[in-house]
């Protein structure tokens, strides 16, 4: 059957430096001086607002580089946000630095076909579980909240939280742009519910 739909183009390309306002250079300026070196993917819609982006900036630098949260569970999070949004470009660059960080093939592809790994660690199923009921209820019941604060304690819930958070906002501001993935590669999430099948793309890179 012959596919027909298409990509549709980018709302909010990269700006040129000679474009740029004072603030937007400066924005862009820290973001380079970082760990990250240079302002790609969400950052260039974002930048078109430079105060959120500087705020922002400094909550990914966090959750990237700093949390104390396990790298495979905050990888874990993060793509759990991409598949609630169908973020193609969120679950592209982070789906191999969760592989590399330990996240094992069967949980993503069960992530990313948004169905409960059926073999997780026990971090993972609670991490899971509590980020599961928390995009479903807007809350977390007693027994979920107690099972994640004994595993993660208070800091862990909150950075938990936090990193869906910042990870969901990148997500709308992506999808409303129409954010087109670094060096045009296939997407890799289909949409959910499931009613088309995957032609190029695959959701742990061919892993």
């Known amino acids: 059957m012959e596919a027909r739909y298409k990509i549709l183009p980018d709302r909010m390309p990269p700006i040129s430096t000679e474009k740029m306002t004072d603030a937007q250079k400066k924005v862009a300026a820290d973001i380079i001086a970082g760990p990250r070196g240079r302002v790609e993917g969400p950052y260039w819609p974002i930048i078109r ?3 959120l982006a500087d705020g922002l900036q400094k909550v990914g630098e966090y959750y990237r580089y700093r949390c104390a949260l396990d790298r495979k569970l905050n990888e874990m999070a993060a ?9 193609q470009f969120e679950w ?7 592989l590399d960080a330990g ?7 069960a992530i990313a076909e948004g ?5 997780m660690s026990e971090d993972e199923a609670v991490l899971y579980d509590f980020v599961t009921e928390v995009l479903a209820t807007r809350g977390a019941s007693d027994t979920t909240y107690a099972a994640t604060v004994a595993k993660f304690g208070e800091s ?7 990193i869906v958070g910042y990870y969901a906002t990148l997500a709308m501001i992506m999808n409303v742009a129409r954010t087109p993935l670094l060096e045009g590669r296939p997407h890799p999430l289909v949409p959910l519910p499931v009613q088309l099948g995957q032609l ?8």
């Open 92 to 98: 592209d660059v982070h789906i191999l630095q969760a």
């Open 115 to 119: 169905r409960r790994p059926p073999k």
């Open 156 to 162: 862990g819930v909150v950075d938990i939280l936090g």
């Open 103 to 109: 996240m094992s093939t069967e949980v993503a592809n």
């Open 79 to 87: 793509l759990m946000a991409a598949r609630l949004w169908t973020q």
């Open 200 to 207: 190029e793309g695959s959701p742990t890179r061919g892993r």
């Open 49 to 51: 607002s430079p105060g």
